[in-house]
């Protein structure tokens, strides 16, 4: 069982950037589409951006594109999405997950696809 911890959330103001990261708990962890997700209060849990096993492409959502990059280091079993120019609507649970589907030649953006899921960290944006 794939064990997921997401750190690098908090209070930030309009305009910050915030790097999160995901540790994982098994190897290899190349076996896994690695994705971000978003959830706030009332609301679906949304997707944030993703990446492939080996970390040569990635998918992000139309909504935050330009302000966001995620990464993945294989060998430390960590991912990573680093935020800039943060605003008050990226405030949010964010949530790590991993997809061990090996049909899609892409990550999934909907959250059912993806099998295992950390338990998120807060980012609160004021502005």
């Known amino acids: 069982q794939l064990q997921l911890v997401e750190s690098g959330g908090g209070p930030v103001q309009a305009g910050a950037s915030l790097r999160l990261s995901c540790a994982g708990s098994?190897?290899?962890?190349?076996?896994?589409?690695m994705g971000w997700f978003r959830q706030t209060p009332g609301k679906e849990r949304e997707f944030v951006a993703a990446?492939?096993?080996?970390?040569?492409?990635?998918v992000y959502a139309d909504s935050m594109k330009g302000r966001l990059t995620i990464a993945r280091d294989n060998a430390k079993s960590m991912v990573y999405l680093q935020m800039i120019s943060l605003k008050p609507e990226d405030t949010g649970v964010y949530y790590c997950?991993?997809?061990?589907?090996?049909?899609?030649?892409?990550?999934?953006?909907?959250?059912?696809?993806?099998?295992?899921w950390g338990q998120g960290t807060q980012v609160t944006v004021s502005s």
């Open positions: 997950a991993a997809d061990d589907t090996w049909s899609r030649p892409l990550p999934s953006t909907e959250p059912s696809d993806y099998d295992y």
């Open positions: 098994r190897r290899p962890f190349s076996n896994y589409f």
């Open positions: 990446i492939t096993r080996p970390g040569d492409n990635t």
